[in-house]
């Protein structure tokens, strides 16, 4: 076998030679793969044929790759097709409230001025924030007195500075 640029093995296991069945052109990969494309372009349109049960033709694969290919589109376009899938207007929306790993709830809030990147607030810090009437400062935290990060009822809810909240650990840990 005669290796180009870009066609040697990555590992030192036997590789077999195969050969598109689209355009031709031969690839490498594992044996036991049963790999019959070369590249995600000639998969889409040996499916297309497949599918439609008839062969195209080449003016109709020249006009289907330039119009997939070559497409542009405007920023305007593209902040109207982002616009469209974001919060509540989207098929996988749950209602903007989600459970992290580490148990806190998390609520959708786009406009809160303390948001992370993904426009998230934990769910606790909304709840404090309404009771007190402002937004958190930033060495504020809300504290579960029990421990249970979801309970977010606000009997449950203490306001403390981030010294008082060492503190108050530190002191549960010495006993």
């Known amino acids: 076998m005669i290796f180009k640029k870009g066609n040697v093995p990555w590992n030192k296991k036997l590789q077999k030679e195969h050969f598109c069945i689209e355009c031709g052109v031969s690839f490498f990969d594992k044996q036991s793969k049963k790999r019959v494309y070369c ?26 790759r330039s119009y997939n290919y070559n497409r542009v589109f405007t920023k305007e376009h593209k902040e109207n097709l982002s616009k469209a899938h974001k919060g509540n207007k ?16 998390l609520i959708y ?49 203490q306001l403390l500075t981030k010294i008082e909240h060492a503190k108050l650990h530190y002191k549960d840990k010495l006993q």
Do not use: A
């Open 90 to 105: 989207n098929s996988q929306w749950k209602g903007g409230r989600r459970i992290d790993k580490s148990g806190y709830v």
């Open 109 to 157: 809030s786009p406009l809160h001025p303390n948001r992370d990147k993904d426009n998230i607030v934990r769910e606790h810090r909304l709840i404090m924030e309404s009771k007190i009437g402002r937004f958190l400062k930033k060495g504020e935290i809300v504290h579960h007195m029990n421990d249970n990060k979801s309970d977010n009822r606000i009997e449950n809810l």
């Open 39 to 64: 590249s995600k372009k000639c998969l889409y349109k040996g499916l297309s044929e497949r599918y439609t049960g008839r062969k195209i033709t080449e003016e109709e694969k020249e006009r289907l």
